[in-house]
Structures are given as structure tokens and as C-alpha cells.
């Protein structure tokens, strides 16, 4: 009886002191290698693979790592194929991009035109205008130089000032001095100093 005690608590001995804390020490050593980024289990399947016995489990291993890429093959495709999509797509938005430049820029070039021309167009009425005053202005001239200096010099007063001095400038010398004589020395003096500020 004895005897199978002391076989029995030299085993519990064994157990307790040496398998268990070996057991433990190993499996914290592997914990802390794989999180240090060693590749602890490659080194135990070659272990495993020389052993006659556990060589089937090494192989199994080994046959689950070859499926396994294989396995993530349609994942990299399909991650290869959205990135050549969005780089179609990219390409694509830079392209329409470009040609909505372009046509901003064309549509720049004709507003600039059509601004020219509008400003050209103005600038003929202005200069359209301009002549109607001057043809009307020599029409009213000679109109004025058929009338008498009286009756030239009853009418110049009553227009408004800018039509006077047009039609005043439109005369020669001899026609307005001799409707200026008959002005009041009130209205003379104003005309004369209206075309002497035009000279």
C-alpha cells in the first residue's frame, strides 16, 4: 500500500512540478513569440512532420495553408477589379473634367467676341448719332444763314444753350457778329463767352 502512495504522489510530484509548469511555460513562450511576430508554429509542424506519428498532423497543416491563398485568390481579384474600376472611373472624371474646361473656355472666347461686337455696334450708333446732330445741326445752320441778323438774333435767345452754340458755330464769322449786334449786350456777352470757351 505504501508503495502505490509513493508511486502515486511521486507521479502527482512529476505532474505538478515538471509536465504542468513546463506546459504552461511553453504555451506562454509561444503567446509571447507570436505576438512579438515569430512564426512559432512552423517550427513545431517541422517537428511534428519528423515525428512518425504526429507527421500526419503536419501534413494536414500544410494542406489547409496551400488551400488558403488559393482561397483568397477571388478576394485579391475582387480588390484588383474595384481598384481598376476606380481607376476607369478616375480617368474617366478627368476626362470630363478636361472637356468641360475646354468648353468653358470656348464659351469665354465667344462671349469676349459677342462683347466686342456689341461694343462695335455702340460705338456705330454713337457715331450714327453724332452725324444726325451734325447734319441736323449744319441743316439748322442754313437755315440760319437764309434768315435776316434780326430775326436770327429774336430766335438764338429762346433755343436752349447747347443748340445755340451749335448752330452759332455752324456760321462764319460775318454771320455771327452780325447776330451778335442785334442780341441784347446781356445775351451777346453770353454767347461770346460760350464760343470763346468752345475755342
Known amino acids: 500500500m505504501d508503495t502505490g502512495k509513493k508511486d502515486t504522489s511521486k507521479l502527482q510530484w512529476f505532474l505538478f ?6 506546459f504552461f511555460t511553453g504555451v506562454l513562450a509561444a503567446i509571447i513569440l507570436s505576438i ?5 508554429i512552423k517550427p513545431v509542424q517541422q517537428a511534428a512532420g519528423s515525428v512518425p506519428g504526429l507527421s500526419f498532423l503536419a501534413e494536414k497543416k500544410e494542406a489547409a495553408t496551400a488551400s488558403g491563398p488559393a482561397g483568397n485568390a477571388p478576394s485579391a481579384d475582387k480588390s484588383k477589379s474595384e481598384s481598376d474600376n476606380q481607376i476607369t472611373t478616375i480617368n474617366m472624371q478627368k476626362q470630363d473634367i478636361k472637356a468641360l474646361e475646354n468648353d468653358v473656355s470656348l ?6 467676341q459677342l462683347s466686342q461686337e456689341l461694343r462695335s455696334l455702340k460705338q456705330q450708333i454713337d457715331d450714327t448719332v453724332q452725324n ?3 447734319t441736323q445741326t449744319k441743316d439748322l445752320a442754313a437755315i440760319y444763314k437764309k434768315m435776316s441778323a434780326s430775326k436770327a438774333a429774336e430766335i438764338i435767345p429762346v433755343l436752349g444753350d447747347q443748340e445755340a452754340k451749335s448752330i452759332l458755330l455752324a456760321l462764319s464769322e460775318d454771320e455771327i457778329a452780325s447776330i451778335l449786334e442785334k442780341l441784347s449786350a446781356q445775351d451777346a456777352a453770353k454767347f461770346t463767352k460760350m464760343l470763346a470757351d468752345e475755342n
Open 132 to 134: 444726325d446732330k451734325q
Open 17 to 22: 512540478v515538471i509536465v504542468i509548469p513546463v
Open 36 to 40: 512579438a511576430g515569430v512564426d512559432v
Open 107 to 112: 464659351k469665354q472666347a465667344k462671349i469676349e
